[in-house]
């Protein structure tokens, strides 16, 4: 018994505790069943999984089969394997008595046994199976990589258990999916009831309490205008999108203006995105969009395939210009009554934000540009640096002047010189480890490359180059000052102490040591094992011209015998060699004050057949001339513009342009080149260099 009298509000306080009763017996029922089915779904999913993991075991086993068989490494595969077998065995486990595995998403999660007598069973059979395989893959323990034997009997056992396992699996998800199907219509008979219950319950109300209806109809004008007013005022793009892609009759004010028109309601979607994006982004977006329409689809996994998440779209404005804006569109699912009506669309102008973010993006990366180029600078001798932007101006200098030449006929040679100055210059900054400039001389190579062989090549053609060459100018303007304001500062505020003495015999050149370094960039990428060794006079004994040419053209060598003779450690070892390539040089001083340069590799030599088909590749001669010239000509052929015996390109080679750069350098110091080479033993370049006129003067 209450205490007071409710008097008229008896029926609206029993009507309305009968109706929270019933709410709160059908939001326990929801709760419980809900999470039932969202166990079961856990379980479908790694049931799924344990299919591709018995896939995977078995592909798995037989490639550490064929790698073991071809000896090959397979210690990763072997990882794979015990990782596979790992995931597979403790999700089998918890199937079967509970326990924890890891998600999909590789986190621990606690899987509780499934209880249904015929998943048992298919869970047993598949123990029995999997029992013996899982001993054997924990047998090769942490081994490594498992012998042939062990290998191909792991292999067998995949291939013996595999498909049984699939279709157990298979049994599995297929009954995961059966259990979850009757707790959903389990679920939706709870909420069929509960609903019609509460629609009994609310006729009740309805019936007594029609004034309170009225009331409520007042209460739901003002929601209304205060929609409205959001609409008005917000400053997103809001709209009601179906899955016909019709865009709802209602919008915010804001919409508009965001997207570039006023013609909304109820218009195509995807009509209105058409002119903003390219075919290939409407496509998936309007894929995506079926996606969220579909409620087996879970929202929050597809939400990051979002293709509208940042549109960029040019807008034509007047006298012919276009403005660049980026747009974010976000996708929500509506419901109602548990099924998907629409998506609620939230439409942004993100331009500022991105323009910021480009910006800072900008601003970083010039700072790490500068930071690594300081880097760069302070890693290399003053001497050194001064000397090779001294000879990188001069190099620019002189493409300026091939840039500047008038006349037709020619581009060729035009193009062929440009590539020889660029390609010394790029060998050289590589050399010193100086990647930041290394890296655009490499790029104007590039544009050169797809100048080579046109025929007819205009002016206008040159205007990428000249582009080129001024923010190469600019750029090492930049290092010039760098350099000096670093020696400034090294000057005032540097105090060495004394060097410990060194023994002049055992003490290795400094440009010795960057060949050195250089040698082991290039073979890292090359993936070679090479070793430069050095014997001669010290260069500083050279007039300076001799010391960069000698400097330059020894880049060139290296880059070439490390990429075109050098053999891969394998193959050097099928052929009884050192698995690590050698390169000796060796400089000597003539009488006359010139210098005489030897380079020889130990790599695979000369190949007068792979030069023959360089040259006709190249259009040097037709098939019949390469066919009738003899060796000496064919291995001259080796010092001309193009012809390279490698068909792909990449930074290293590619495109005949190292040894031209030594043989144009080799032409104007009057010098003289010798080349000898043994098929699969050696290659040996030996040049003289006479003294230089100005070496000359100072002797008089």
């Known amino acids: 018994m209450l205490g007071f009298d409710l008097g008229k509000y008896r029926t609206m306080v029993v009507s309305i505790a009968l109706f929270l009763v019933l709410d709160l017996g059908v939001l326990i029922l929801n709760f419980v069943i809900s999470s039932e089915i969202d166990k079961d779904a856990v379980n479908i999913n790694l ?54 595995t890891l998600s999909g998403a590789g986190k621990d999660i606690h899987v509780e046994r499934i209880d249904d007598a015929h998943a048992q069973a298919i869970l047993a059979e598949a123990k029995g199976l999997w029992t013996p395989f899982s001993t054997a893959v924990r047998g090769l323990g942490d081994k490594g990589a498992p012998s042939p034997e062990a290998a191909a009997g792991i292999a067998r056992q995949a291939e013996a258990v595999n498909l049984s396992l699939l279709k157990l699996m298979n049994d599995l998800t297929t009954r995961c999916e059966q259990l979850s199907s009757d707790k959903a219509t389990t679920l939706r008979m709870v909420q069929v009831s509960g609903i019609t219950l509460a629609t009994i319950n609310f006729l009740i109300i309805l019936f007594h309490f029609l004034r309170h209806l009225r009331e409520s109809d007042r209460l739901v004008e003002k929601a209304r205008r205060e929609t409205d007013n959001i609409l008005q005022t917000t400053q997103e793009g809001l709209f009601l999108l179906d899955d016909k892609f019709a865009m709802g009759t209602q919008h915010s004010k804001a919409l508009a203006g965001i997207i570039g028109t006023d013609r909304i309601a109820e218009q195509d979607f995807l009509a209105i995105l058409r002119p903003m994006v390219t075919q290939k982004t409407l496509d998936t977006a309007k894929e995506y969009i079926e996606l969220l329409f579909q409620p087996e689809i879970k929202e929050k996994l597809v939400a990051s395939l979002n293709p509208l998440n940042h549109v960029e779209i040019h807008q034509a404005q007047g006298a012919g210009e276009m403005s660049t804006r980026y747009l974010q569109f976000g996708f929500n699912r509506v419901r109602e009554e548990g099924r998907i009506t629409h998506l609620l669309v939230t439409a942004n102008d993100i331009t500022r934000r991105v323009k910021l973010e480009q910006e800072l993006k900008a601003t970083e990366e010039r700072a790490k540009g500068q930071m690594g180029m300081l880097v760069e600078i302070l890693q290399v001798d003053p001497s050194d640096m001064h000397r090779f932007l001294r000879a990188a101006n001069e190099g620019l200098g002189h493409i300026n002047n091939h840039l500047m030449e008038q006349g037709g006929g020619k581009a060729e040679q035009k193009i062929n010189a440009i590539y020889r100055i660029t390609h010394r210059l790029k060998g050289d900054a590589g050399a010193l480890g100086l990647s930041m400039l290394a890296t655009p001389f490499h790029e104007l190579e590039e544009v050169l490359d797809g100048l080579r062989g046109r025929p007819n090549v205009t002016g206008e053609e040159f205007l990428p180059i000249t582009v080129h060459l001024k923010a190469l100018f600019e750029q090492l303007e930049t290092v010039g000052s760098a350099v000096t304001r670093i020696a400034q500062m090294r000057g005032v505020v540097t105090v060495e102490p004394p060097r410990p003495q060194i023994d002049p015999a055992e003490a290795v050149p400094r440009v010795v040591s960057q060949w050195q370094a250089f040698t082991r960039q290039i073979a890292d990428r090359q993936q070679r094992q ?40 394998a193959e050097r070892r099928a052929r009884g060699k050192p698995e690590s390539g050698r390169i000796a ?60 015996t490698r068909e792909a390109v990449d930074e290293d080679a590619g495109r005949g342009a190292g040894l031209d750069a030594v043989k144009d350098m080799i032409a104007r110091l009057g010098g003289t080149v010798r080349i000898g080479s043994t098929p699969g033993e050696y290659c040996h370049f030996r040049i003289s260099l006479p003294a230089q006129p100005e070496q000359l003067a100072a002797a008089a």
């Open 47 to 100: 049931a799924g999984r344990q299919r591709m993991l018995s896939q995977r075991m078995a592909k798995t086993a037989l490639q550490i089969e064929a790698r073991n068989a071809q000896g090959q490494p397979s210690e990763k595969e072997a990882k794979e394997l015990a990782q596979a077998h790992a995931t597979f065995d403790g999700t089998l486990n918890a199937f079967i008595a509970g326990g924890n």
């Open 585 to 644: 040089v060796y400089v000597s001083q003539r009488e006359d004050g010139g210098a005489d340069l030897s380079f020889r590799d130990d790599g695979k030599g000369l190949s007068i057949a792979k030069l023959r088909e360089a040259a006709v590749r190249a259009g040097k001669l037709t098939a019949e001339e390469a066919a009738t010239l003899d060796h000496r000509r064919i291995v001259a052929l080796i010092f001309e513009p193009g012809v390279s």
């Open 530 to 569: 090479v070793q430069l060794s050095y014997s001669g006079i010290d260069l500083q004994k050279l007039a300076p011209v001799l010391q960069e040419s000698i400097n330059s053209m020894v880049t060139q060598f290296v880059r070439n015998a490390v990429v075109h003779g050098i053999e891969p450690p």
